[in-house]
């Protein structure tokens, strides 16, 4: 049992925020790929992909830390670094996650499994951004994306450009609440050379995500018009609109603790969208 546990702390099991910051938005994916109804067997496929990737997600950004995690507050007692977990277990441990997931994936069409391929690669090449460029949030926001057109092409066969809108305004949302988590860590990566937007974007770093939440509102209040949705979902937008002021608020000081709690709040942000796009098709 004990064993078990190191494996859940390094799937980061018992800290879901990354499964609701992808499963949000794959839910709006499916939803309006749906129409409000879409397929329970695709529903149920994409919700366990997106717990299973996750956590394989987490296990080989890990492995690949296993070097720099020492040497930041935040993450130097996760499983691999402290021994817990061997490296060989982590890599084992990835490969079945994966492997349940693929299997999963192929109870879908062909372009799904295709663009499964790709959502793959972005996954395990992801924690290596942080090496060569400032802009792993960006990379992160693509493979978190992925899902939208992914449920598209589950639900309807296809990808229209309606799918790609939803999925840059994804990328954009990702970019700012992942320049918030990186603001957390911000001194411990500048010493140790590892690269972010939070360093790129130095003190502008406030304003950038005020202006990355705000064309994702635009985005999505776009896309609400072609589509005809109503208040309710105009009213999910206003919502989000006031969670971004909040977590402006948070950080107005650029505390890491509260830049924590501003990122972990987009959780909500998700939620709210999530609520006016069903409330759309329901109410």
Not at 2 to 12: G, P, S, T, V
Not at 183 to 191: A, K
Not at 218 to 224: D, E, P, R
Request: glycine share 8%; proline share 3%.
């Amino acid at each position: 049992m004990a064993k078990l546990y190191q494996y859940i702390l390094l799937m980061r099991l018992n800290r879901p925020i990354g499964i609701y910051l992808l499963l949000w938005p794959t839910l709006w994916g499916l939803w309006i790929a749906g129409n409000g109804y879409p397929n329970m067997m695709v529903t149920i496929i994409f919700i366990l992909g997106v717990i299973l990737m996750r956590s394989a997600g987490c296990i080989i950004n890990d492995y690949v830390d296993r070097h720099i995690d020492p040497h930041i507050s935040r993450t130097n007692d996760r499983p691999l670094v402290a021994k817990r977990v061997t490296e060989s277990e982590a890599l084992i441990l990835f490969m079945i996650l994966c492997s349940i997931a693929f299997g999963l994936v192929l109870l879908l069409n062909i372009l799904t499994i295709m663009l499964s391929m790709i959502a793959v690669f972005l996954a395990i090449t992801y924690p290596f951004m942080k090496r060569y460029t400032h802009l792993p949030q960006a990379y992160l926001g693509m493979a978190f994306g992925w899902s939208i057109l992914m449920a598209f092409a589950a639900q309807t066969g296809e990808v229209p450009i309606l799918a790609w809108w939803l999925f840059v305004a994804n990328l954009l949302w990702t970019i700012a609440y992942d320049t918030l988590y990186a603001m957390v860590d911000r001194e411990d990566d500048l010493v140790i050379g590892v690269k972010s937007t939070a360093i790129l974007f130095g003190k502008a770093d406030k304003i950038i995500v005020a202006s990355l939440d705000i064309g994702v509102l635009f985005i999505l209040f776009w896309i609400g018009q072609q589509l005809q949705f109503g208040n309710l979902y105009n009213l999910g937008l206003l919502t989000g609109l006031g969670l971004v002021i909040y977590q402006q608020w948070l950080i107005k000081d650029r505390n890491p603790a509260l830049c924590l709690q501003a990122f972990l709040n987009n959780h909500w942000f998700g939620a709210v969208i999530f609520a006016g796009i069903a409330g759309n098709y329901y109410l």
